[in-house]
């Protein structure tokens, strides 16, 4: 009930009327907070992150990589796409378009994606990527990446970059 959006009130009062035993809204949020810890809702962002890299690694669809320092093992980039992404792209490869957000996370990672246009005109995400900083080399390792997870990519007829995106020619 909890994953369909009701409330801890909904809840209590679904089960006040199901079992007939007096709850207290207490009880309910305990449970709730309990399944939380459970299923993992409660983790740091790193180690949400560990999680989900390590899925798509071990599922077959899906590509990951990640660009790290072999010193000091800190993260350049890290890119990841989804099977449907794939999919998506491989339907409408004609063209791209690359956004890139800053300052949208507490980690100072840059977000740099890849966007086709649906069979509707509206952008659907097909690649994403979190780059430390916008230098050239994160920018090359996450171009290769989309190109070497999409047979499609030599179907691109035209790239459209938002005014950010200065480092126009790692895509060629």
Known sequence: M??????AKGILKYLREKTGKTMDLRDVRNLLASLKRESGEGKTDESRAVELLREFYD?????AAI???DSSGLVHAVCFQTASHKRLFKAFPEV?????AHGTNKNCYKHFSFLVNDVFGKGQYVHHALVKSKTKDNLW???NEFKQSNPAWSKIQVVVTDKDFKEKDVLA
């Open 2 to 7: 909890r994953e369909a959006g009701a409330s």
């Open 96 to 100: 791209v378009l690359i956004d890139t």
């Open 141 to 143: 390792f996450c171009v």
């Open 67 to 69: 660009s790290a320092d």
């Open 59 to 63: 599922s077959e669809g899906p590509s």
